[in-house]
């Protein structure tokens, strides 16, 4: 009977013993003062109390999550959070252990302190390990980031100057920012960089509300911008003899491309051809470009696989190939990334401006569907594949800037113009119908509802612009990024 008696008080000590290991991972000191290490209890709990109050202070003062998050992706904080995430993992592990030590675990009975030094030991681990998917975690972004985004290195008066000037307003007094975004072809069998994909995304900086606004990659005798080096080649317009084979080098999906490889034209400079692109679109539709963006079109395959694949509804069978090596069938149903790039860009049995519908799906799809609980459960593959996808000219600097911005867009509204026939006739471009089209758009994608249409069109933005104005539903008609998705 005392044997029982006995044993219950020592299996009731190692229960409590746990108990306050539990306490002390929630509540670290907790243990030491159950010990009787009052003044290290005590300052563990102060400590742990200030450093509580000091994260809640952060994230008060940030306003909202939006601006919190943009603050955070700052390579500083970013270094921070990996060093100091990393040294608060090592230092609860620490703790853990020394609070079953000092809990006495040896005045229990030799299978008691197995079993408590055991599961002590599985709780120090699980106490490490949300620091060290933190620490890997954040120190992944930091890589991708770094990698895709690049400043340059001003003198450090000039950088302060406009870090300064930045913090007061990060968008210069503009209203709206334009980013080219851009779909490249280029792979190790075919050198150069062909755009078959270009977009404007001109955003409202306050509200986030985008227009989206889509040239087509055949566009004929394009014009530059008067007094720049290719104006001067081309003053009648972007045109060369045609190729041997009886293609075309001379569209505008062609530019950069060109560009790139005439550097004598820009007095030797080389890589000329992001800018000269950018600048040609900027002139064509009457907006100043801010930065572009070019995805591979392989690497947006990966980032779709990324993210677990991208739900569509598939028209009607979309044929890929030269020989038809491929199909992505009809019907509603998760696409992997490589089906999803092909009927994204296929033009067999086709057109370019069907690719252009089907085009504006995908990134509508990928809006919708790539919510940040996606994206952070499956963060080391996106940042993976993002590294590999994307080619810009966004300074470094200006993420903690344009994540906020790109979260206001993920729920805004979005809508789309397409410059494509019968709009616009690619082979005999109207420029003046062009930049009124674009004008127009911008107008319409601040009102409260886009128009709807039977042909996919939207609403560009990029400069500050007056109220919204009614306008002739057949002259431009503008729709949400996903109307008519589904059906053609």
């Not at 539990?22 to 563990?44: E, F």
């Not at 620490?135 to 980031?145: E, N, S, Y």
């Not at 004929?220 to 317009?237: K, S």
Request: with cysteine.
């Amino acid at each position: 009977m005392v044997n029982r008696v006995v044993q219950g008080r020592q299996r009731v000590d190692a229960v409590r013993l746990l108990g306050w290991l539990v306490l002390s991972a929630l509540a670290p000191g907790a243990a030491h003062l159950r010990a009787g290490w009052r003044r290290t209890g005590l300052v563990l709990l102060s400590c742990y109390a200030v450093g509580l109050l000091g994260l809640l202070a952060v994230v008060l003062s940030a306003g909202d999550i939006t601006s919190l998050l943009g603050s955070l992706v700052d390579d500083t904080w970013l270094s921070a959070i990996t060093f100091g995430s990393a040294l608060l993992g090592v230092a609860w592990f620490a703790l853990m252990v020394h609070s079953f030590v000092v809990l006495r675990p040896g005045g229990l009975r030799q299978a008691e302190q197995i079993v408590t030094g055991t599961l002590a030991g599985l709780l120090s681990v699980a106490v490490l390990a949300p620091f060290a998917v933190a620490t890997h975690t954040v120190w992944t972004l930091k890589q991708a980031a770094n990698s895709i985004f690049h400043d340059a290195q001003p003198d450090p008066q000039a950088q302060g100057e406009k870090l300064t000037e930045r913090r007061r307003d990060p968008w210069a007094g503009r209203a709206r920012v334009n980013i080219l975004l851009l779909g490249g072809d280029a792979d190790d069998n075919r050198p150069g960089v062909r755009t078959d994909s270009m977009n404007v995304a001109s955003i409202d900086v306050r509200t986030g509300n985008t227009a989206l606004i889509s040239l087509p990659r055949n566009l004929e005798e394009v014009r530059f911008r008067p007094g720049t080096p290719m104006a001067e080649r081309f003053p009648d317009g972007f045109r060369l003899p045609v190729d041997p084979g009886g293609g075309r080098s001379d569209l505008l999906n062609s530019v950069w491309e060109y560009a790139d490889a005439h550097p004598e034209i820009f007095g030797g400079k080389r890589k000329q051809g992001p800018e000269v692109l950018m600048d040609t679109i900027g002139y064509t539709l009457g907006l100043d470009m801010d930065w572009y963006a070019l995805v591979n079109m392989w690497g947006f395959a990966r980032l779709i696989d990324a993210i677990g694949g991208v739900t569509l509804t598939v028209e009607q069978d979309v044929v890929f190939g030269k020989y038809n090596e491929g199909l992505v069938k009809a019907g509603t149903r998760r696409l992997k990334g490589a089906d999803a790039m092909w009927y994204a860009r296929s033009r067999t049995n086709s057109s370019d401006y069907i690719r252009m519908h089907r085009q504006r799906c995908v990134i509508g799809a990928l809006l919708d569907q790539a919510d940040p609980a996606t994206v952070l459960s499956r963060f080391t593959h996106v940042a993976a594949a993002t590294k590999e996808l994307i080619q810009t000219d966004i300074p470094r600097a200006m993420l903690s800037n344009l994540v906020p911005l790109a979260l206001k867009v993920k729920d805004a509204k979005v809508t789309s113009i397409q410059l494509v026939p019968p709009l616009i006739q690619t082979y005999d471009p109207d420029w003046d119908k062009i930049r009124k089209l674009t004008q127009k758009a911008i107008r319409e994608s601040t009102g409260a509802q886009p128009v709807t249409a039977k042909t996919p069109t939207g609403t560009p933005t990029g400069i500050p612009t007056k109220s919204p104005k009614a306008t002739k539903k057949a002259d431009a008609p503008t729709q949400g990024l996903t109307d008519g998705c589904g059906r053609l």
